[in-house]
């Protein structure tokens, strides 16, 4: 007979290469906590509704704690010849309590075990990411709130579009990471849900108290349905999608540093702390940190294909396949949080060349769209105005010019509608000012936007 704990039916051993293959203890050593802490919840259920006695569940329970305390001063060795985290920290309770230890493992299975383990992992780190989230967001409001009036080219394509409020840019970034902070929270709905009870995927013949078991473990309610509890892993593929869509904004953010702290644009400088030198070109100081983190969103993305790859077609219930559910949500994990923290320091380290910035457009077409509504407010219709702006910048380009340049006499050959504030419309700062539309540039505007996200933030 085999000596493993689920020997019984077997004669011979297994091949060894196939039992390190097969182990998976070097992943879910990550869930050992969460694995006792569902192991101690699951013990006093079985003593609350009488199927062991409250002297067992005594026994099994501190066996657990200690065997937690020991974990977590790292004095336990984990074999992968137990396979998981479950059979690791049985053999060991066994050790410690003895026989009575096998009564843990009464009307639950590795299935609803397993399946529970990876809800608590999940429903532990939801909240800190949610937080740093938060942290991030009032550090982006912090920065948009020093630079209100700091002007900036908005683009489209990559090329000067109209003025904007740097703040107004930064501000973007913060209703991104708002709707990262939904998509993280509504995420805890599925998450927080207790498969405990559903033992191997068709329920249990002992008089069990799931309800019970969730409560202790602070989830919101059982599974509805037992062969679902041990095969579902959405509340993982959302994690991962959440994830994914929040490096996508960040990724966008680190490019844009990238780009704007070049010798070319030079809008922002990094704190040292935050780049890297080279090893043979002394003059340098490369943005590392946001390369890096552009360079993981493709990881990320990589792990929630990943895990979608695995479900695809999966039959009901458990599969081994799930076993490979793991590693890339606590990847994710392990990557999100310092990255959040790392962003929200960069971000409030940077040096911000508000001249530099302000300078780019004063010296661009960025106020054509300006001179277009000009005429157009003068009763032209817009696709006339639009022209004749057009026309005047082709004139510019050739003359090496700006709008701002020509005399009132050179516009009148385009328009008699031209007066002298024409001139006062094409600044950047007025061009900005004048929008007054929701959610728009206007300093006003964002100045409102600022406020209603301080609002937001201080009453949480
Ligand atoms: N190590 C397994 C996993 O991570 C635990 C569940 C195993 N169940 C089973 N019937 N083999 O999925």
Redesign the pocket.
Known sequence: MSEKLWGGRFNGDANDLFLRLGA?IN??IKMANEDIEGSIAHATMLSHVGIITEAEKDQIVNGLKAIKEEFNEGNLHFSYQN????MNVETVLTEKIGAVAGKLHTAR???D??ALDFHLYLKKRLPQIMALIRSFQSELVNLADENLETIMPGYTHLQHAQPISFAHYLMAYYEMLDRDYDRFEFNQKHTNMSPIGAA?LAGTTFPIDPHFTADELGLDAPYNNSIDAVSDRDFAIEFLSNASILMMHLSRLCEEICLWSSYEFKYVELSDAFSTGSSIMPQKKNPDMCELIRGKTGVVYGHLNALLATMKSLPLA?N?D??E??AGVFDTVENIEPILQLMTEMIATMQVNKDLILQAVEKDFSNATELADYLSAKGLPFRQAHRIAGELVAKCITENCYLQDLSLEQLHNYSDLFEEDIYEDLKPHVAIQRRKSYGSTGFNEVNKQIEKAKEKLKGE
């Open positions: 998976s992943v879910d396979e998981d985290i479950h299975s590795r299935n075990q397993v191997a458990y081994k799930l076993q559910d793991k």
